[in-house]
């Protein structure tokens, strides 16, 4: 028999090894899909004080804006 989760957003069951799941702060969080996921996401984000998005915001900006240059230095054509 297959383990099934619940989704938090709207509690539809789905079978492991589909939908978003992780965990954070020791909570399991378990998603049927990406909407689901997104949606909750958002409402958390939204729901956070500015003061301590800011430095882990700028953190991950960072990161992703230099994965983006290396992608482009690879992707020019060298002659």
Partial sequence: MQETHECLTCGRPFPRGQGVT???SGKNL???SK???YSFMRELLYSLKEDCLTLPLREVLAKYEEKLEQSKKKAEKKI
Avoid: G, Q
Wanted: net charge negative; charged share 10%; proline share 0%.
């Fill in 35 to 37: 909407s689901c996921a």
């Fill in 30 to 32: 378990e998603f049927h």
């Fill in 22 to 24: 992780f965990s954070v």
